[in-house]
C-alpha cells in the first residue's frame, strides 16, 4: 500500500477506506516518524495543491504544445493502440525472414517515444535534436501506404495515413530525407507541358531503364543479386542501396510515346469526346474518363486499351483535357500543400468542362488505376456531374457483360490501393476472363516511388511477393499475371527474369484477345478517322 509513482497516490487517497488510511498512517508513523518519506502526500487532508507533482504540471504544457502543434495530430492517430499485434501477420513491410522491427505496431511504439522526446526538449528548451528527425524519417520509409493495417486493427488505426502524416511533418521542419531519383519522379508528374514531358520521359524512362538494366546484368553476372535481403535499421550504405536498386530489372517494353501524343490530344483547351459514330444512338452511355499519369505517360497501352473497349461497346468516352495528375502521389510523400494545390485545380477545371458539355448526360467517372480511384473520391464529383458514381473500367466492363472465352489460366495480383471499389476484385477479373482467376496475395513492391527511394526496403517486400507468385505459378501455370494498377505492372514485369510469366492489366489482355493482336495500331486509325470530337473549352 506504500506509494510510489504507479500504486495508489495522492489523486486515488480520498477514495480509500478510513480504515485503510489509519493501518497505513500506524505503518508509516513506525518506519518513518520523522516524515521523510513522501512528505504531506499520504496524509489525511492532502491535495494536489500541497504538494509539487512534476509529472502533472508537465502534463499541462505537454497538453498546450500538442495542441499548438501537427503533433497533437500525429499523437491522437496512434493513443489508441492496444499492442495485440494484429497487424503483424498483413503489414507488407513486416518480413519476418528479412526484417521483424517495422510491423505498425513496432512503429506505433517508436513513435510514441518520438513525441515524448520531442515534447521532453521542448519544454527543456534544448533544442530539438537531429536524431529525432532521422529515426521519424526511418519510420517513415518504411511504410508502402498500402492500408492493410487498418482492416484487422480493433481500434480503427491506419498506419498509412499516420506515415503520411509524418512524411508532411519531417517536409513542413525541412527535415525529410531527399532522394535525387525519387524528386525527379514527382517533377515528371507534376509537368503538364508536353514538349517537358517528352523530353523527361525519354531521359527517365526510355535512357534510364536502359541504364537500370545494363547495371542489373553486369550486377547478375558478378553474382551480387541473389543474396537473403538484409534488415534494415535507418540508411544502408550507398553501395548496397546501388545493389539493391539493380537487384530486379526494370520493364523493356515501355511504349515510345504517351497515349495522348499517340492519339494527338495533347492541346489542354480542347475537350476531347472518343466515340464510334456508327454505334452512338439516343440511348448511348457518355462517361469521364481520368486516366492518370500512369495511364497515359508511362504505359500508354492502358489508356488506350480502356478508350478501346469503351469505343466498342458504342459509349461516348469524354477524356480529361492536357496531361494531368490526381494529386495522390504528392499527397503520400508529404507534400500535402502541392496535392492540395493539384486535386483543387483539377476540379476547377472539371467544373469547366461539365459547363461545357452541359448537354451530356455524363453518369459515371471511369479510372484504370487505384491511386487515381483513392484521390478522385475526395473529389465531391457529385457536385460535377450530379447523379454520377466512380468505376473502375474493368467494373464497367464486367457490367456490360464483357467476357472472354478461352483456356487460358491467369494469376490474379490486386493492388495494395485497388480501383475495384463496387465489386469483389477477384469476381471482375474471373468473370471477364471467363473462368476462375486465382489469387496472388502480397504487395509487389513497387509502391509508386517507393522502389526507387528505398531499394533496399523494397527488397525485403519483393522477397515475399516472389514466394507468392512462384506458389501461384507451380499450382496453375497461368498464361500471364494480371493486375489493375500501373505501378503493379511495372512491378510485376520486373520478377519476369526470376518467375518466367509475362505481367498484363485486365482490360489490356481482353483488347487483344476480343480484338486482335495488332488492336492499338488498327483502333488509333479508326479514331483518327473521325472517331475523335474536339470540343473547345
Not at 465531391?380 to 464497367?396: A, K, N, T
Not at 472472354?404 to 490474379?412: A, F, H, P, Q
Request: a positive charge; hydrophobic letters at 35%.
Amino acid at each position: 500500500m506504500v506509494s510510489g509513482e504507479h500504486g495508489i497516490g495522492m489523486t486515488k487517497l480520498q477514495f480509500l477506506a478510513p480504515e485503510a488510511v489509519d493501518a497505513f498512517l500506524t505503518y508509516k508513523q513506525q518506519i518513518d516518524p520523522n516524515g521523510h518519506f513522501n512528505q504531506n502526500k499520504l496524509l489525511a487532508g492532502a491535495d494536489l495543491q500541497q504538494a509539487y507533482t512534476p509529472s502533472l504540471r508537465l502534463l499541462e504544457q505537454e497538453a498546450l504544445i500538442l495542441e499548438a502543434s501537427e503533433l497533437g495530430d500525429l499523437n491522437t492517430a496512434i493513443k489508441d493502440c492496444l499492442r495485440c499485434g494484429k497487424c503483424k501477420s498483413v503489414c507488407t513491410t513486416h518480413v519476418p525472414r528479412a526484417n521483424l522491427l517495422y510491423s505498425p505496431r513496432n512503429k506505433i511504439l517508436a513513435t510514441g517515444l518520438m513525441i515524448e522526446a520531442f515534447l521532453y526538449e521542448e519544454q527543456t528548451r534544448r533544442g530539438i535534436s537531429l536524431r529525432h528527425f532521422e529515426e521519424m524519417n526511418d519510420v517513415a520509409d518504411h511504410c508502402t501506404v498500402c492500408h492493410r493495417c487498418l482492416p484487422p486493427c480493433p481500434v480503427n488505426i491506419d498506419f498509412g495515413e499516420v506515415t503520411v502524416k509524418m512524411r508532411s511533418i519531417l517536409k513542413n521542419y525541412g527535415k525529410r530525407n531527399f532522394n535525387l531519383i525519387k524528386w525527379a519522379s514527382l517533377q515528371f508528374l507534376n509537368v503538364t507541358t508536353p514538349l517537358t514531358i517528352k523530353v523527361m520521359r525519354k531521359g527517365m524512362l526510355q535512357w534510364g531503364y536502359l541504364a537500370q538494366r545494363l547495371a542489373y546484368r553486369v550486377a547478375k553476372q558478378l553474382h551480387l543479386l541473389n543474396q537473403r535481403p538484409k534488415a534494415t535499421t535507418g540508411k544502408m550504405a550507398i553501395p548496397a542501396q546501388v545493389i539493391n536498386f539493380v537487384k530486379k530489372p526494370m520493364p523493356s517494353d515501355l511504349p515510345k510515346q504517351p497515349m495522348r501524343a499517340l492519339l494527338g490530344l495533347e492541346d489542354h483547351t480542347i475537350v476531347p469526346i472518343v466515340r464510334d459514330a456508327a454505334k452512338v444512338n439516343q440511348d448511348s452511355e457518355a462517361v469521364f474518363y481520368f486516366p492518370g499519369c500512369g495511364s497515359e505517360r508511362l504505359f500508354s497501352q492502358i489508356g488506350l486499351a480502356t478508350l478501346a473497349m469503351l469505343y466498342e461497346l458504342g459509349t461516348e468516352t469524354v477524356l480529361s483535357p492536357g496531361y494531368l495528375c490526381c494529386g495522390y502521389p504528392q499527397n503520400a510523400n508529404g507534400d500535402t500543400d502541392k496535392g492540395k494545390q493539384i486535386s483543387t485545380a483539377n476540379q476547377v477545371l472539371f467544373h469547366r468542362v461539365a459547363n461545357t458539355l452541359n448537354y451530356m448526360d455524363i453518369k459515371t467517372v471511369i479510372v484504370s488505376c487505384g491511386t487515381c480511384m483513392d484521390q478522385l473520391l475526395h473529389y465531391q464529383f457529385q457536385q460535377i456531374f450530379p447523379g454520377c458514381r466512380l468505376l473502375d473500367i474493368h467494373e464497367y466492363l464486367m457490367e456490360k457483360g464483357l467476357s472472354l472465352d478461352n483456356g487460358d489460366k491467369y494469376l490474379y495480383h490486386d493492388p495494395c490501393h485497388t480501383p475495384m471499389k463496387t465489386y469483389p476484385p477477384l469476381q471482375v477479373a474471373s468473370q471477364l476472363m471467363g473462368k476462375e482467376v486465382l489469387l496472388s496475395d502480397r504487395c509487389c513492391g513497387e509502391a509508386g516511388t517507393f522502389a526507387i527511394a528505398r531499394p533496399d526496403i523494397a527488397t525485403q517486400v519483393r522477397f515475399r511477393k516472389q514466394e507468392e507468385l512462384q506458389q501461384g505459378v507451380n499450382s496453375c501455370q497461368p498464361a500471364k499475371i494480371l493486375t489493375s494498377c500501373p505501378a503493379c505492372l511495372q512491378g510485376l514485369s520486373r520478377y519476369r527474369d526470376d518467375i518466367g510469366v509475362e505481367s498484363d492489366y485486365i482490360v489490356v489482355e481482353l483488347a487483344r484477345k476480343r480484338l486482335g493482336e495488332k488492336w492499338q495500331g488498327e483502333f488509333l486509325e479508326k479514331v483518327n478517322r473521325g472517331g475523335i470530337e474536339r470540343v473547345l473549352l
